[in-house]
């Protein structure tokens, strides 16, 4: 079936460096992808999302780039601070059928140490 | 403020028993969503519902069963059934159609006592 899978189960950084963690996808009709942060006992929290007509979007210290050709998408945080800290995960749909349920399909998530 | 409020945060099942986790929304959404997290795994889909009084099964539903008889309210019960049980449970939710960002609660814990 379809999945959605990290390269890097966890990274480690000093905090003032810029974190990159990525995310590949193997459905090819997928046109909208999620990240999220999840904190330890709490719900994810919505970070950013990129529809598949994209390359690039940007957040406040946070960018999502997709590449279509090689079913990759990438988180880069700015200046990674100490309460970055925490499970990153990327996730992605498809309206493949014309449904107007766009289902979720989750990575397993990468692991995010901040040190100061 | 808006959101998504889980009760209770922390749950136990005795052996034979049916527990039902509660999930409420301020959000003004259509859709509501159950998911199944364990320890190290991403979400897996249990239940949705795009509208009241209608749901679908999602990946894993098996041993679980909803209700959608307000749009703000999407319960889920765990019956005993379900063989293993031990897992956080996340209710989120959503506005209609594809392409839209799910919001999600801060979880419910269930333990097997």
């Known amino acids: 079936g379809e999945s959605v899978g990290l390269h890097l189960p966890t990274l480690s950084v000093q905090e003032g460096d810029n974190s990159i963690i990525n995310c590949a996808y193997s459905?090819?009709?997928?046109?909208?992808f999620i990240w999220y942060k999840q904190e330890s006992g709490k719900g994810p929290q919505f970070i950013i999302d990129?529809?598949?007509?994209?390359d690039k979007r940007q957040g406040q210290r946070v960018t999502v780039l997709l590449n279509k050709t090689v079913k990759h998408l990438s988180l880069q945080i700015a200046a990674t601070q100490p309460g970055d800290s925490a499970v990153y995960f990327c996730a992605e749909s498809s309206n493949a059928g014309g449904t107007s349920y766009g289902k979720l399909t989750f990575g397993q998530g990468t692991i995010l140490t901040v040190h100061p | 403020d808006g959101g998504i409020t889980q009760s209770p945060k922390y749950l136990f099942r005795k052996e034979g028993q049916n527990v039902t986790l509660s999930c409420e929304q301020n959000l003004n959404h259509d859709a509501m969503y159950w998911y199944r997290q364990d320890p190290g795994q991403g979400l897996r889909l249990i239940y949705y519902?795009?509208?009241?009084?209608?749901?679908q099964k999602g990946d894993i539903a098996e041993g679980y069963s909803v209700s959608r008889e307000k749009k703000e309210s999407f319960p889920l019960t765990v019956t005993s059934a379900q063989k293993n049980p031990t897992a956080f449970y996340l209710c989120?939710?959503?506005?209609?159609?594809?392409?839209?960002?799910?919001?999600f609660g801060d979880g419910t814990r269930l333990s097997i006592l």
């Open positions: 519902s795009q509208i009241v009084n209608d749901f």
């Open positions: 990129i529809r598949s007509n994209m």
């Open positions: 459905n090819s009709a997928s046109d909208y």
């Open positions: 989120a939710s959503s506005e209609l159609g594809g392409r839209q960002p799910q919001h």
